[in-house]
Nanobody
């Protein structure tokens, strides 16, 4: 299974970005998907996860109300809409796949994407 994340970039505080992750090489609907991030000098942390059908999702407290995860099982993609961005959201964002929901613990993730950098300027 290969995961390809895209959509990162430089944005001003208060702005928005939409990350996408394209999945190939497996049955996409068979995986719960997640987003994690890693800021410089910090450990990778959970951001959000969505179930295989898209019927369930949850978020880290730090992004709740600002970020929205979604998936399109017909297009084999998972997205992360990020609004009201803050400087502390600056990080490399990784998409992740796991055969069981939730995909919320780094140790249990089975597949990782390569990461996409999000930089929020204040």
């Amino acid at each position: 299974v290969q995961l390809q994340a895209s959509g990162g970039g430089l944005v001003q505080a208060g702005g928005s970005l939409r990350l996408s992750c394209a999945v190939s090489g497996g049955t996409f609907s068979g995986y719960a998907m997640g987003w994690f991030r890693q800021a410089p000098g910090k450990e990778r942390e959970f951001v959000s996860t969505i179930s295989r059908t898209g019927g369930s999702a949850y978020y880290a407290d730090s992004v709740k109300g600002r970020f929205t995860i979604s998936r399109d099982n017909a297009k084999n993609t998972v997205n992360l809409q990020m609004n009201s961005l803050k400087s502390e959201d600056t990080a490399v964002y990784y998409c992740a796949a796991r055969s069981s929901y939730p995909a919320a613990l780094t140790a249990l993730v089975q597949y990782w994407g390569q990461g996409t950098l999000v930089t929020v300027s204040s």
